[in-house]
Each structure stands twice: as structure tokens, then as C-alpha cells.
């Protein structure tokens, strides 16, 4: 089981959320009122811990011309799903799967490519597999927010008001 998180906890995931690779130890004190020394060694922790997993790099497919990005939604048996995905994870094109805990709609696996037939080889492997394809649908854009239960220690601030220029729908 987990571990319950304080507000400096919070506050440094929150930050971590917002832009991982631009905020320092240093800045990340300042707005949590700690020192730079305990933000280093909360993360540590955090990491140790496993609350923190990893840093990955955010990509724009399109821009790395992979244009067509599809998310195909699985029904597996439920006592072989680790097997399915496992076998789903080792298709080329797969960027991320999804385990349901329940539901028939149980893998929900994203994928790229660069074009219609890249897409049809992808189907076809999931296929060949012996799980059954439920639905697809294709990613028109992709919006990413730090959890709100996560925030800036000493503040309200979520993020979620803030005005995002590529955005098309209004904010109030």
C-alpha cells in the first residue's frame, strides 16, 4: 500500500507535473517555503518510495511524423490479461497500454504511425494474438494537467483556469 503525501509532498509533484525538466530544486523550495536540500531529498524519497516512477519526455507524434495516432480498445480474457498485454507491449507502433480492472473493454492500447497500412499491421497483430478489437478511435489532440488533488503548498493554485494558446474552447 501507499504512503500518505504532506503538502511538501504534494507541492513537489505538483511542479513535477507542471514542467519536470525546467524547475530546479532551488525554485521548487522557493514555492513550497522549504530548502533546496529537502525538495532533493523528498524527491529521493518519492522515488524510492515508487510514488514517482520515472521522467518521461512528452512528444508530438505528428511533429516526428507519425501523424496517425489510434487508440484500440481490447476485450481479453480477464485470467490471461498480463499475458495479452505483455504480447501487445511487444508489437512496434504500441506506445502505451492500459490494464481495466474490470469490464469487458479491459485493454485500452495506444499506438502511432505514419500511415493507414502502418495502422492495418498494427491491427492485424493485436488480431493475430487472439484478442478481439472492441472499438478505435483516433487521437485528434491530447490535453495533460497535473492532478488537482496535487497543488502548490500554501495556495489553491491548480492550473486548470490557466489559458493554454493552443487551446480553441474558452476558460472562464
Not at 504512503?3 to 525554485?27: C, H, K
Not at 523528498?42 to 518521461?56: M, N, V
Not at 497500412?117 to 492485424?124: M, P, V
Not at 495533460?144 to 493554485?157: A, D, I, K, R, S
Amino acid at each position: 500500500m501507499g504512503r500518505d503525501l504532506d503538502d511538501v509532498d504534494r507541492s513537489i509533484l505538483y511542479l513535477l507535473q507542471r514542467d519536470a525538466r525546467n524547475v530546479t530544486a532551488q525554485e521548487m523550495a522557493d514555492m513550497a517555503g522549504v530548502s533546496a536540500s529537502t525538495v532533493r531529498n523528498r524527491i529521493d524519497q518519492l522515488e524510492a518510495d515508487g510514488i514517482i516512477q520515472g521522467y518521461h519526455p512528452e512528444i508530438d507524434y505528428e511533429a516526428a511524423n507519425l501523424p496517425l495516432q489510434v487508440t484500440f480498445v481490447v476485450t481479453a480474457p480477464p485470467t490471461e490479461l498480463p499475458e495479452f498485454s505483455k504480447q501487445i507491449r511487444g508489437i512496434q507502433g504500441v506506445i502505451d497500454v492500459r490494464e481495466m480492472l474490470t469490464g469487458r473493454r479491459n485493454i485500452h492500447v495506444d499506438v502511432v504511425g505514419t500511415s493507414t497500412s502502418e495502422i492495418t499491421r498494427i491491427t492485424d497483430a493485436i488480431h493475430d494474438i487472439g484478442v478481439e478489437i472492441e472499438s478505435s478511435e483516433m487521437l485528434r489532440r491530447r490535453h495533460v494537467q497535473p492532478f488537482n488533488h496535487f497543488f502548490l503548498q500554501g495556495t489553491e493554485e491548480t492550473d486548470a483556469h490557466e489559458a493554454d494558446p493552443n487551446d480553441d474552447e474558452p476558460t472562464s
